[in-house]
């Protein structure tokens, strides 16, 4: 049987970017898209498509659509909605529970793998400590191929969509643990190319102010105790514990923290400490050796 065709995917989507811009999502026309095209199983240039030949939408199909928008203008985030994150060249299974990975973060991996690529050894070594979804040692591991990567991660709620990802991507070169950070991987002390690290890193009391963030990426993602910097601190001990002499640090942070952060490895005896631009030309990452 025919399914009813009720409404178009252009007028569709009008609704919709109306419902999501009433709601305060930042990119609403964007986002809506995005949605209507996950409902439909298009990419965004099919869907377009669709919009300029004037297709008709199923009714069934309008409302999963409704329902999608009616999420997002309650500031759900986009990923929990479609259950998947794009990331450099992955498409990661995220939702509650797991941080959300960003795009700013896909340039911090870039130094990561950078190292990798240069390293001289046949193998080289990369260890992301606190993996969440699995976005930087995904990364590292399916674009340098020949590298070895350790990734662990503490939360038990993040873990299912973790373990996914590396089943998917992590197969062939890639090892997941939920540990401590800390205690992590004893058994590579002092053979590690390099160690990446997105930690948590707002200060407690600095309340994220939008809402997706504030309300569904957890709070072992973001805040990392008073100043910010608790698990900033663990993880510059654990990178000089795992690193072999002359390993890279590669660490992403808040753009008002590139001060303290230079300090913090300074003070404990890091080498050629530099702070790298994002896209929006803010110091978003820092990079040392060992
Ligand atoms: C800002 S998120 C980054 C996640 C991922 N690396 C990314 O860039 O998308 C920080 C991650 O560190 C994890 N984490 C926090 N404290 C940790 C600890 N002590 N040991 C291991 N993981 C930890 C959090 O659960 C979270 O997944």
Same mark, same amino acid.
């Given at each position: *049987?025919?399914?009813?065709?009720?409404?178009?995917?252009?007028?569709?989507?009008?609704?919709?970017?109306?419902?999501?811009?009433?709601?305060?999502?930042?990119?609403?026309?964007?986002?809506?898209?995005?949605?209507?095209?996950?409902?439909?199983?298009?990419?965004?240039?099919?869907?377009?498509?669709?919009?300029?030949?004037?297709?008709?939408?199923? +009714? +069934?199909?309008?409302?999963?659509?409704?329902? =999608?928008?009616?999420?997002?203008?309650?500031?759900?985030?986009?990923?929990?909605?479609?259950?998947?994150?794009?990331?450099?060249? $992955?498409?990661?299974?995220?939702?509650?529970?797991?941080?959300?990975?960003?795009?700013?973060?896909?340039?911090?991996?870039?130094?990561?793998?950078?190292?990798?690529?240069?390293?001289?050894?046949?193998?080289?070594?990369?260890?992301?400590?606190?993996?969440?979804?699995?976005?930087?040692?995904?990364? *590292?591991?399916?674009?340098?191929?020949?590298?070895?990567?350790?990734?662990?991660?503490?939360?038990?709620?993040? *873990?299912?969509?973790?373990?996914?990802?590396?089943?998917?991507?992590?197969?062939?070169?890639?090892?997941?643990?939920?540990?401590?950070?800390?205690?992590? =991987?004893?058994?590579?002390?002092?053979?590690?190319?390099?160690?990446?690290?997105?930690?948590?890193?707002?200060?407690?009391?600095?309340?994220?102010?939008?809402?997706?963030?504030?309300?569904?990426?957890?709070? $072992?993602?973001?805040?990392?105790?008073?100043?910010? *910097?608790?698990?900033?601190?663990?993880?510059?001990?654990?990178?000089?514990?795992?690193?072999?002499?002359?390993?890279?640090?590669?660490?992403?942070?808040?753009?008002?923290?590139?001060?303290?952060?230079?300090?913090?490895?300074?003070?404990?005896?890091?080498?050629?400490?530099?702070?790298?631009?994002?896209?929006?030309?803010?110091?978003?990452?820092?990079?040392?050796?060992?």
């Amino acid at each position: *049987m025919t399914p009813e065709l009720t409404i178009s995917v252009a007028d569709l989507l009008v609704s919709g970017t109306e419902l999501l811009s009433a709601g305060g999502v930042q990119s609403p026309a964007v986002d809506a898209e995005l949605l209507l095209a996950h409902v439909l199983e298009l990419s965004r240039g099919e869907l377009q498509v669709r919009v300029v030949t004037g297709a008709l939408v199923s +009714a +069934a199909h309008e409302s999963s659509a409704r329902a =999608f928008f009616a999420r997002r203008a309650a500031r759900e985030p986009l990923q929990h909605i479609t259950g998947i994150a794009p990331f450099r060249n $992955l498409e990661l299974r995220v939702g509650p529970g797991v941080f959300v990975p960003r795009p700013e973060t896909e340039t911090v991996v870039q130094f990561a793998i950078d190292a990798l690529s240069a390293s001289a050894t046949p193998e080289p070594i990369g260890v992301d400590l606190g993996t969440g979804s699995g976005a930087i040692a995904l990364s *590292m591991a399916t674009e340098v191929p020949r590298a070895r990567i350790f990734a662990v991660e503490l939360s038990s709620d993040a *873990m299912p969509y973790t373990s996914e990802n590396f089943r998917r991507y992590g197969s062939d070169n890639a090892t997941l643990i939920n540990a401590d950070l800390g205690d992590a =991987f004893p058994e590579l002390d002092g053979t590690v190319d390099v160690v990446i690290s997105n930690p948590p890193y707002i200060p407690a009391a600095a309340i994220p102010r939008d809402i997706e963030v504030r309300l569904h990426d957890p709070a $072992l993602a973001l805040y990392g105790g008073e100043d910010g *910097m608790d698990v900033v601190r663990r993880v510059s001990v654990t990178a000089q514990r795992l690193l072999h002499q002359g390993g890279t640090l590669v660490l992403e942070h808040g753009e008002e923290q590139a001060a303290a952060i230079a300090a913090l490895l300074t003070a404990d005896g890091w080498n050629a400490v530099a702070h790298h631009k994002d896209l929006l030309g803010r110091d978003r990452a820092t990079t040392a050796l060992l």
